[in-house]
Nanobody, 124 residues
Framework: QVQLVESGGGLVQAGGSLRLSCAASGRTFSSYAMGWFRQAPGKEREFVAAITYIGGGADYADSVKGRFTISRDNAKNTLYLQMNTLKPEDTAVYSC?????????????????WGQGTQVTVSS
């Protein structure tokens, strides 16, 4: 089992940057594929990015490709999401998730553990 805690959210102007972190407990972080999802008010939760268990592969939603970068440091049990050129439509609660499998998936139902989320607000 793994517990996840996100941090790094906040208020930023359009065009700005933020880096989200997701700290994981447990000794098996390196065996989990990881993902970031977001949910805006009144909208469904959507896939943002995912990374394989050793960080050798990643997948991004079209809406963030070229602006966001997912990475992980297995020695620090931490997942990151670097968000650049932020837009007002990126405003949402961002959550990290762990999948008890090395492969990456876009479906939130494929993930086994979730953090509580961190709010990102982008002003225009």
């Amino acid at each position: 089992q793994v517990q996840l805690v996100e941090s790094g959210g906040g208020l930023v102007q359009a065009g700005g940057s933020l880096r989200l972190s997701c700290a994981a407990s447990g000794r098996t972080f390196s065996s989990y594929a990881m993902g970031w999802f977001r949910q805006a008010p009144g909208k469904e939760r959507e896939f943002v990015a995912a990374i394989t268990y050793i960080g050798g592969g990643a997948d991004y939603a079209d809406s963030v490709k070229g602006r966001f970068t997912i990475s992980r440091d297995n020695a620090k049990n931490t997942l990151y999401l670097q968000m650049n050129t932020l837009k007002p439509e990126d405003t949402a609660v961002y959550s990290c998730a762990a999948r008890n499998s090395p492969g990456i998936r876009r479906s939130y139902s494929a993930y086994d553990y979730w953090g509580q989320g961190t709010q990102v607000t982008v002003s225009s």
